[in-house]
């Protein structure tokens, strides 16, 4: 029986960034990004996404425990904290329980740190919904760039790419178009931001031979 050409599995965790709050499936950044490498000649499969809008660092951990996903995936990509700055969590507990996400995501994608790929967390405080919730938009805007900073530091320590789209959610995040109708959540034209900026990014990780 002849069969189709072996697609590559990708996996992608997270909370609401990336199981795309309030937009369709296939606006969803990883949706977009396995679509772009494809239209490259990378034949990555639309991603498994284990995410829901609110999780935490140890939420996502918890949902991973319960579903189990396979090691071999060809890529793994990781977006999650923002609902800990959200929360008031601490920068040391997402510190510790990042880095035991970055572990599991390096086991899922078969042990190859090469083969992980991070997305910082936007800064929702340009948001309207920011702006109308009444909270200190800039102390957002620091206690996010503290976390992004620990994310950063910690995939550069197990050699785990990090793409900053914290700052194109700056630049554009209050753009009407750029938003979701509940105006705190990207819309498919935002993610389709991140999507292009992790582009270069994921074809190099695919095209190691590690």
Do not use: K
């Not at 601490?90 to 090469?114: K, M, S, V």
């Amino acid at each position: 029986m002849a069969t189709g050409p072996r697609t590559l599995p990708y996996l992608a965790l997270g909370d609401s960034y990336t199981i795309g709050e309030s937009v369709e499936e296939a606006g969803r950044w990883p949706v977009q990004l396995a679509h772009a490498l494809r239209a490259e000649g990378i034949a990555l499969d639309d991603p498994r996404i284990i995410a829901t809008t609110g999780w935490t660092t140890d939420e996502l951990s918890d949902a991973i425990d319960a579903v189990q996903p396979a090691s071999d995936f060809a890529l793994v990509s990781l977006l999650v904290g923002v609902n800990n700055q959200y929360r008031g969590r601490g920068l040391d507990e997402y510190r510790t329980q990042f880095d035991a996400l970055l572990q599991r995501a390096t086991g899922f994608a078969a042990g190859r740190a090469g083969r992980v790929l991070v997305l910082s967390i936007p800064d929702w405080g340009v948001t309207p919904f920011a702006r109308a919730s009444g909270r200190d938009t800039a102390a957002i805007a620091r206690e996010l760039d503290a976390f992004n900073a620990a994310a950063r530091q910690l995939c550069a320590a197990r050699g785990i790419a990090f793409v900053d789209i914290a700052p194109v959610s700056r630049a554009r995040g209050a753009e009407p178009g750029m938003l979701a109708g509940d105006g705190l959540h990207p819309s498919a034209a935002m993610y389709a931001q991140w999507a292009q900026l992790a582009l270069p990014v994921a074809r190099r990780l695919l095209s190691r031979d590690d």
